[in-house]
């Protein structure tokens, strides 16, 4: 299996170095820096559970570029930064990064090497193409996993499970956001947040429908139509970079309001655990659409938001030059800064009455996005130890918050806590790092765009804490601000979470299910199907009057049926069908 070149026994300082990146921390059980292996030389170790993996004769002299494949990646070239520095310091190794775009797989299938690192998007297809066409290194081989990959293996097997159950028995690799428990809810992605300090002026108005919302976006942006400095003001801002299957905005909208989960071409109902068609009249991405189109028609949607891009679309909420954002990292993560919340100025969750937003589950298996390395890699056991690490309590938190120490730490009481820095980067991706990190946060992020753990997975190192800072101890305090408080008293919650959770909402359990390859035929067919729905939605919601909206909708499903709609339903319903068993077999458990 070694197939590492340039590769000798590190010294006793490197193994030292090292202990980190095998999952030490403050609140670890008791470890050791150093232990004798039978040949006298001193090695790397952790007393903990599934943290114990000799890296010493792994970690090259000189440093080396690794080539990491992402289908999730929105940056090429060589990664920079405070994470990149991070790998320097635990690994010697640079991440060159390859994203994906058209003819990228095909081209890297083609040379016959995939990369070092491949991080697979949605698409099953072609991962297990790969894997078939032995472009994707077995994890058992040679103990790989075992010797360098310990704490997945330790911690992570339905997950390991479940990846070879979807590649024919070989693991190849896990998937991402892995849960501990199938009925444990995790943080609301779509927590429907509003600028409250506008909303609070208006004397805090109710709506009860999608169309009520409607209409008091609308009101107040005719009320706040310039922010202090005479920049327009808009209740929406949206991009389309992040397009699937269906435009992102509105299909988001459905799940925030239905809690209908995205599903090829249509939506899966986790309660009744059926298949909802997308390209229908009246179906809910219509109506989706129609709430867009009504905010459009009235001058308050960016009409800049088919071609700004998500940095134009991210800048207009972290100004508060846009109003409401289902989702919680455009909300309120990016408005609620120290200087907009001293200023009495926020964006809190507010619903509509009849809103029933999804909840992910946990899912103890990970998701659709895989972490595997490539079959012809020179160094598959310094690939294995960097994910292993990723998988670890500290690669996690290093992942999502930045460096140990600079951006966050434990107490003596083994509870997690961000430092000052830390705080800053969570509401401004921009915050210049320090601490001897270089660069802005943003900039230095992981650009791989994967996860390991799920955000509200219980991290062991702590006294029953997971990895989501919001809810951690530490920032369970009272209310440090005069509209935090208003907002507090208003609804009775004292974060975020409890808020939603309290209204009711509608849980995707998380299981097994993996969604069947398609055939070519039928990929030929999804392909022309999905580009003519994204198409005619962005029509859709910049029609300028109802009847043209309307006259677009027929046209979309007109277009959409001639190319194979039905094939594509179809399919999900079969596949719906799969998901129900999937389900039902992961709550038995």
Partial sequence: MKKSTALKTASLAMA????????????????????????????????????????????????????????LANYSGEMIGWFAQVLKDKFNVKLNIIPESDGTFATRMESGNLGDIIIWGGNTDQYLEAANKGKLLDWNEDDLLTDYGPYIAANMQPALEKNAQISGGTTYGIGYDVGVNATDISAFVYNWGLRWDLYKEMGYPETQTLDDYADMLIEMNQKYPTDENGKKNYAVSLFKDWDGDMAMFPKALVTAYYGYDEFGVGFYDPNSKTYIPAVAEDSPYVEALKFYNKLYQAGAMDPDSETQGYDGCNEDYQNG??????????????????????????????????????????????????????????????????????????????????????????????????????????????????????????????????????????????????????????????????????????TGADSIDDYLANRGYTLSVGSTYSATPK??????????????????????????????FNSIISEMIEKAQSYGLDDCNAYEESEAALRKTAEEAALAE
């Fill in 519 to 548: 055939s070519d035929e039928l990929t030929v067919t999804w392909n022309q199907v999905t580009d003519c729905i994204k198409t005619y939605s962005w029509k859709a919601m910049f029609a300028s009057s109802d009847d043209e």
């Fill in 321 to 490: 030059n846009a109003f409401f954002n289902q989702f919680n990292f455009l909300g309120n993560e990016r408005y609620n800064s120290d200087d907009h919340l001293s200023a009495g100025k926020a964006m809190y969750p507010v619903l509509p009455a009849e809103a029933k937003p999804i909840n992910y589950g946990q899912n103890i298996y990970g998701n659709g996005r895989y972490w595997t390395i490539g079959a012809d890699t020179e160094y598959p056991e310094l690939c294995m130890a960097i994910i292993n690490w990723l998988c670890t309590p500290e690669g996690t938190l290093t992942n999502l918050y930045g460096p140990k120490d600079a951006c966050w730490y434990y107490d003596d009481n083994e509870k997690t806590h961000l430092t000052d820095l830390g705080k800053a980067c969570i509401t401004d991706a921009s915050t210049q790092m320090s601490d001897g990190y270089s660069g802005s946060f943003k900039d230095g992020q992981n650009m791989m765009n994967n996860n390991t753990w799920a955000r509200d997975a219980k991290n062991p190192d702590t006294d029953g804490e997971d990895y989501n800072w919001q809810h951690w101890a530490a920032n369970k305090t009272e209310a440090q601000y005069d509209i935090e408080q208003d907002w507090r008293d208003k």
């Fill in 16 to 71: 030292a170095a090292m202990l980190a990146a095998c999952g030490g921390s403050a609140a670890s059980t008791a470890s050791s820096a150093t232990a004798t292996a039978e040949d006298g030389e001193t090695t790397a170790s952790v007393e903990n559970d599934g943290y114990n993996a000799d890296l010493t004769d792994i970690i090259p002299d000189d440093t080396v570029t690794l080539t990491v494949y992402s289908q």
